[in-house]
């Protein structure tokens, strides 16, 4: 079964507007990561956080993590257009990788 | 920029016919993932590879898949016979194991549809 499952499945915002999605896992991890796929693309790294870390930024992205819950989130502000995609997290142990189902966001211009 | 190669980008195929993709990871990258994405999920790893040898194919269903990686370069993913369900977009991504930041690369992908 996959470690980490995204919520909400699927979001549609207007433009301007932020963004959440989030991401519960289920054993220790040593990094999550978050990955952005345009529809019938490849995968694109966004944000690395560690799991000593607790938040972390990149442009207008924010990403949180909380060890002790197991989750963790990804803001993104001022939604535009071009952020419509489908968003993963990947939890590491070692060098695995375990991806989530994903979120689908549409943002409405 | 470098990038992941893959081909061919899309392939239809018969069910019980052979199918093979290519994937050319990202100069000096040692490891090398293959990923199965059904619509509207997550990718699944298929194998990953450390240089030529296999890390984990725990998820491969070998009995008609394969994946090889000869010299440690370029990969081939082989499924012999495809099965309907085996229509899915296969995903090869890279990843330079002495970076800290520990980012995977991917690839374009294949869109594979068994009729």
């Known amino acids: 079964s996959q470690q980490g499952e995204e919520d909400p499945q699927a979001l549609s915002i207007q433009e301007g507007e932020n963004a959440t999605m989030n991401c519960s896992y289920k054993t220790s991890i040593n990094n999550l990561q978050w990955y952005r796929q345009n529809s019938g693309r490849g995968l694109v790294h966004l944000i690395l956080?560690?799991?000593?870390?607790r938040e972390k930024h990149s442009g207008r992205l924010r990403v949180t993590l909380d060890t002790s819950k197991k989750s963790s989130s990804l803001l993104i502000t001022a939604s535009r257009a071009a952020d419509t995609a489908s968003y993963f997290c990947?939890?590491?142990?070692?060098?695995?990788?375990?991806f989530g189902p994903g979120t689908r966001l549409s943002v409405l211009p | 920029e470098a990038e992941v190669a893959q081909s061919p980008r899309y392939k239809i195929t018969e069910k019980s016919q052979a199918v093979a993709f290519w994937c050319d990871p990202i100069s000096g990258h040692a490891t090398l993932y293959w990923y199965r994405q059904i619509l509207g999920q997550g990718p699944e790893l298929l194998v990953q590879f450390q240089d030529e040898s296999v890390v984990d194919d725990s998820q491969l269903p070998k009995d008609r898949f394969s994946a090889e990686r000869l010299k440690g370069v370029d990969s081939t993913l082989k499924i012999q016979p495809a099965e309907l369900g085996d229509s899915a977009m296969y995903l090869c991504a890279s990843r330079d194991e002495l970076s800290s930041y520990n980012e995977q690369f991917f690839g374009p992908g294949t869109r594979l549809t068994v009729l």
């Open positions: 990947a939890t590491s142990y070692g060098q695995n990788f375990v």
């Open positions: 956080i560690r799991s000593n870390e």
